[in-house]
């Protein structure tokens, strides 16, 4: 049971890839290593004890995908491909319009034209899709039927996606699609050899107190101690990302036991205020995070956390790690890896 995962060699596709070999399935790695490194393959091979498929290439080719698609025959596609960098999608947002959704549209309509070959497969994806779609929410906790907005063009892209989606089944009722919004995804697998690597300065938190823990940068600035939170500083719900990997996994058993389409968050259901974040990480790598308060970052909400019953009674699926299982596993990594991939 072959599963295609555009942008696998990335953070989250690559620990879904050794979730996948685990559940039975047969992950093949399509990524043109934009934002992630080629070494990745070997990492997995050495965890999984298997060769996984690399298809080396850009979403944004069709023809390519219609051809990957014709000799993989998968039985579904995650697509995980596209650029995630809020502040970047600001300055550059051409670049998200292009890669994500163009990216989008050019996998849908290799789907569709591999689908119209050969219609006895239903075509069946799972989407990476974002808390951000929520915007700024007006209660905690989320629930997947919240109104949705956007407040940056990489926010915009997600939702432009969701919208695309919801069209292509009502035109097109085989299709089988199940979006998963992940909320803050941190932490990585717990062997040490896979993990976030970000490019240049992090922009999220935990990759930001894990390179103050290493050395490698002085202080972290935390962006704001006066909202109407417990501590005054920004709330999230973080989930470590073998979890989110397992959620894909349960997405698309259920696509395809089901064939039923769905949109789920993927989160905890609590939040962790950026003190906790410091606090727990500190204690998980017996090093010092010093940190000053800075004024409140543009665009940030007080406090965002997912009310996660939905997965649990669709697809089977809740998180089960906690914070501090999140923070020892992303200090195994960072600290194995200082310079990421290119240690
Ligand atoms: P990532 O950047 O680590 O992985 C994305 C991968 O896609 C990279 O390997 C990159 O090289 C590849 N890619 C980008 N454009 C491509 C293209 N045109 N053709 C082929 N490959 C391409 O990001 P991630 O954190 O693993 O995120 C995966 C998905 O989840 C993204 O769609 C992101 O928007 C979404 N998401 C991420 C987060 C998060 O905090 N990490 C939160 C919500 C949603
Ligand atoms: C960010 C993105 C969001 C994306 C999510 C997951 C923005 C405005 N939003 O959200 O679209 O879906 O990541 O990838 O970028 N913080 C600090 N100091 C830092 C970094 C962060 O105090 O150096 C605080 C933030 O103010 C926030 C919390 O830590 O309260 C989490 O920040 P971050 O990891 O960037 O995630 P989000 O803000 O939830």
Redesign the pocket.
Known sequence: MKILLTGGAGYIGSHTAVALVAAGFDPIVLDNFANSHPVVMERLATITGRHIALERGDVLDTPWLEDVLRRHQPVGVVHFAGD?A??ESVALPLKYFHNNIGGAVSLLRAMETVHTENPATAPTLVFSS???VYGDPATVPITENFPRSH??P??HSKLVIEDMLSALRTASPAWRVGVLR????VGAHPSGLIGEDPAGI?????P?VAQVAVGQREH?????DD?PTPDG????DYIHVQDLAAGHVAAIKTLLRQGESFTVNLGTGRGHS?LD?VKAFEAASGKPVPYRV?P??????AQ?WADPALALRLLGWQALHTLDDMCADAWRWQSANPNGYRS
């Open positions: 995630k809020v502040g974002s808390a951000t407040t940056n990489y926010g992940y909320f803050n995804p992090p922009n999220n938190l935990m930001f972290l600035n935390v962006y704001g909202y500083t920004g709330v999230r950026v974040v800075a409140r970052r543009a665009g940030d909400v965002c």
